[in-house]
């Protein structure tokens, strides 16, 4: 009751009419701010935080779960709606307000907070790919998340945001992008709020998530892509990342009590069936992708991985990790064997040349 109060405190236009108790004064909010929003250009930081303060109670008060996601798939399309000049910084406020905000969210709202976070991550990957994945663009996107939600050192960022985005951060890049093109995208650059992290993180719960969940994971996915995924565990050799007696020490705090299960509308069986088929059409994007394997560019990554170990500022009890992933994708794509083949059909073709 107080949090929601303070949210109708705002000055902003939107605030109070987008955390109604009415539902259709919220709708009605939502649709004037896409108006908004996607003619505006030059937002100031306190206007943005306003709104995505208001945004966020939108959320808060949203009711039943096909109610939840479709507000989570409009209010993450703005993305999509906003002027190249002001999407960053509406995505990079969005992130500053869910880290301020999470730690007040009960149980029986995260999922659909979580939900939230995929979809707004998902339109962010669309707006890159609508850029056609301009290396500028990606950058900018890149230092978006990493001085917010993937900062590596960053207290204000709850662990709970952080590791979320480790876990679903392929998976949704992989949605937007097209498999069979997917080797002219460079994910290497996509990927560089993971390198950050690898090179940053003081957390070793952290660093084995992004090392398993990103880097393990391209590995793997691409053996598997080649008929080789019997072979990558022993190849690979990543013993660093073996499972510690400390990865379950939290799993208590993920449980949630039988009464507050029996108090979620989610049991609802006309809800659970909607909410299945808002899933599947969501997941459309990548139903003809199965037969094709996803083209990650395994040698800028390799280089990348390099490049983190030998950085001055990378921390001293990372460095031997990463120079552990460096070797796998050495071991996976190695350069030698290309070169020493091209250098062999040099001397061949100088030899015929002195003939």
């Known amino acids: 009751m107080v949090v929601v109060a303070s949210a109708k405190d705002s000055s902003s236009p939107f605030g109070k009419k987008l955390a109604a108790n009415d539902k259709k004064t919220r709708d009605k909010a939502v649709k004037a701010l896409g108006k908004w929003v996607s003619k505006k250009k030059d937002f100031t930081h306190l206007e943005l935080m306003k709104m995505w303060k208001g945004l966020f109670y939108c959320v808060w ?24 000049e002001g999407v960053m910084d509406f995505i990079a406020t969005f992130w500053e307000t869910m880290c301020a905000e999470w730690h007040g ?10 939900f939230l976070l995929r979809r707004f991550l998902s339109y962010s990957f669309r707006m890159l790919k609508e850029n056609e994945w301009e290396l500028e663009t990606i950058e900018e996107f890149s230092n978006v998340m990493i001085n917010g939600p993937l900062n590596a050192t960053s207290t204000k960022v709850p662990d709970g945001i952080r590791f979320h985005l480790i876990e679903i951060y392929l998976e949704e890049l992989e949605k937007i992008v097209d498999v069979a093109h997917s080797g002219e995208v460079p994910t290497a650059h996509i990927l560089q709020p993971m390198f950050h ?13 992004v090392a398993e969940e990103v880097f393990e994971s391209i590995l793997k996915k691409t053996a598997a892509g080649e008929g080789d995924d019997s072979d990558f565990e022993e190849d690979a050799n990543l013993t660093v990342f073996d499972k510690t007696e400390d990865d379950d020490e939290d799993e208590d705090d993920e449980n949630i009590s039988d009464e507050e299960m029996a108090e979620d509308d989610s049991d609802d069986d006309e809800e659970a069936k909607a909410q299945a088929e808002m899933e599947m059409e969501m997941d459309d994007e990548i139903a003809d992708q199965d037969s094709t394997t996803f083209d ?18 990378t921390v001293e009890q990372n460095r031997r990790k990463v120079l552990v992933l460096y070797k796998a994708y050495q071991d996976f794509c190695p350069l030698e064997e290309d070169d020493s083949e091209e250098g062999e059909g040099e001397g061949e073709e100088s030899e015929e040349d002195e003939e």
């Open 197 to 209: 992290i690898l090179g940053h993180t003081i957390n070793g719960k952290v660093f084995k998530m």
């Open 105 to 114: 969210i009960d149980r029986l709202r995260l999922d659909k907070f979580y």
């Open 296 to 313: 990650y560019d395994l040698i800028g990554i390799k280089e990348r991985l390099s490049k983190v170990s030998a950085d001055e500022e």
């Open 61 to 84: 008060m949203s009711d039943k779960p096909i109610v939840q996601q479709q507000l989570s798939e409009t209010l993450s399309s703005l993305i999509i709606r906003v002027p190249r």
